[in-house]
């Protein structure tokens, strides 16, 4: 089915480990972003990628790496997860600068560290 | 420093009234403003976007004022439902951030059949 598609949906993993969430989208937008959502923060981007190899910081990326060698596929990985980082990850994706038709967000990974 | 902010008390009302909930930002000059819809364990829907030029905005029973001089944005749904209950997100695009949207932390609405 078409649509932007998040695994795993839930994961729980160790402090210090390297995780990473995937992100993938069928509609070939060019840009294509990571959020985190926290209780008393709201959404808050960490990476966001104008197009295959163009990626750029958010606002909270330190311990996150992302890459984007397809158009579709975006992943985000925690290098050395920490406790700080447990959180629901949402990817998004937009054909334009989210001007046309806003973005179009995946159901969400809800990340425990442990 | 720059700043979105929601109503963060949720709002109650009874079916069949027009829900109306505010966003304010500060030292910000959006191009547009969207918002969104957020349902329990799922991820935010796309509604309706305003641009900077535009007053107001409708998509059926939903409306969207934005006064760039207030600073605000107003989101209305009239006759509301129990299924309209969700969290309404807003959202900035500012100029040239390069579609880099910034949220609100949200209101919850809830409508009381």
């Known amino acids: 089915d078409a649509g932007i598609t998040q695994s795993p949906r839930y994961k729980i993993t160790e402090t210090g480990r390297q995780v990473t969430l995937m992100c993938h989208q069928t509609?070939?937008?060019?840009?294509m972003f990571w959020y985190r959502q926290d209780l008393g923060h709201g959404l808050r981007l960490i990476y966001y990628?104008?197009?295959?190899?163009?990626?750029d910081k958010g606002e909270v990326s330190d311990g996150y790496v992302v890459s984007r060698s397809k158009t579709e596929n975006f992943p985000l990985t925690l290098e050395s997860a920490t406790r700080s980082q447990t959180s629901v990850y949402f990817c998004?994706?937009?054909?334009?600068?989210?001007?046309?038709?806003?973005?179009?967000f995946g159901s969400g990974t809800r990340l425990t560290v442990v | 420093s720059q700043k979105i902010e929601q109503n963060s008390e949720a709002l109650n009302i009874q079916e069949g009234k027009t829900a109306t909930l505010t966003c304010n930002y500060t030292?910000?000059?959006?191009?547009?403003l969207q918002w969104y819809r957020q349902d329990p364990g799922r991820g935010p829907v796309f509604l309706l976007l305003?641009?900077?030029?535009?007053k107001e905005k409708r998509k059926e029973r939903l409306k969207v004022t934005f006064d760039t001089t207030l600073k605000q944005s107003l989101f209305h749904i009239t006759a509301s439902q129990p299924a309209d209950s969700a969290t309404y997100l807003c959202?900035?695009?500012?100029?040239?951030?390069?579609?880099?949207?910034?949220f609100g932390q949200g209101t919850e609405l809830s409508v009381k059949p």
């Open positions: 509609w070939s937008h060019s840009y």
């Open positions: 030292n910000y000059s959006p191009a547009y």
């Open positions: 990628s104008a197009a295959a190899d163009i990626t």
């Open positions: 998004a994706s937009s054909a334009l600068e989210g001007e046309v038709e806003g973005y179009t």
């Open positions: 959202a900035l695009d500012p100029y040239n951030q390069g579609g880099k949207l910034i």
């Open positions: 305003i641009r900077e030029n535009e």
